[in-house]
């Protein structure tokens, strides 16, 4: 990609160059909007978070959160097809889980760090 010339010069440096050059790739930023999206929907990110840290089937997932077998199904899905979480077959049992990919595993601290920050009452020990 040229360098675009920008209209106010405000001392920038080569990292601009390597900036402007990142953005021209558009595919990697859809990319990253279509996983991004996935945990767009707090039951997805509920069930995303679950599947961190443990294995289930959809019957439990649905007891935990209190949700229809089929509508767990339903956000199940677009989780598997991003790759975001895997799942196995056991006998009549599909069992999920988070995938063991960097992607995976950064979300989960990505939740659980803006957790720890947006929601500070988790947090608070039961001696308070």
């Known amino acids: 990609m040229l360098k675009k010339e920008l209209p106010h010069h ?7 160059s390597i900036i402007q050059e990142q953005l021209s790739n558009i ?3 859809q990319t990253i909007a279509e996983i991004f999206k996935q945990l767009g929907d707090t039951t997805r990110i509920r069930i995303f978070f679950l599947l961190c ?3 289930e089937c959809v019957i439990n997932i649905s007891a935990m959160l209190d949700m229809s077998s089929p509508a767990v199904s339903h956000h199940l899905r ?4 991003s790759g975001l979480i895997v799942s196995r077959r056991e006998g009549k ?4 889980r988070a995938a063991d990919t960097a992607q995976s595993r950064l979300l989960h601290q990505m939740i659980e760090q803006v957790m720890e920050i947006a929601c500070p009452k988790r947090n608070i020990s039961p001696k308070q």
């Not at 405000?10 to 601009?16: A, I, L, R, W």
């Not at 677009?78 to 097809?81: A, Q, T």
């Open 93 to 96: 049992e599909v069992y999920y």
């Open 27 to 29: 595919d990697d930023f």
């Open 78 to 81: 677009p989780l598997r097809n």
């Open 53 to 55: 840290h443990c294995e």
């Open 10 to 16: 405000h001392g920038e440096g080569k990292e601009t």
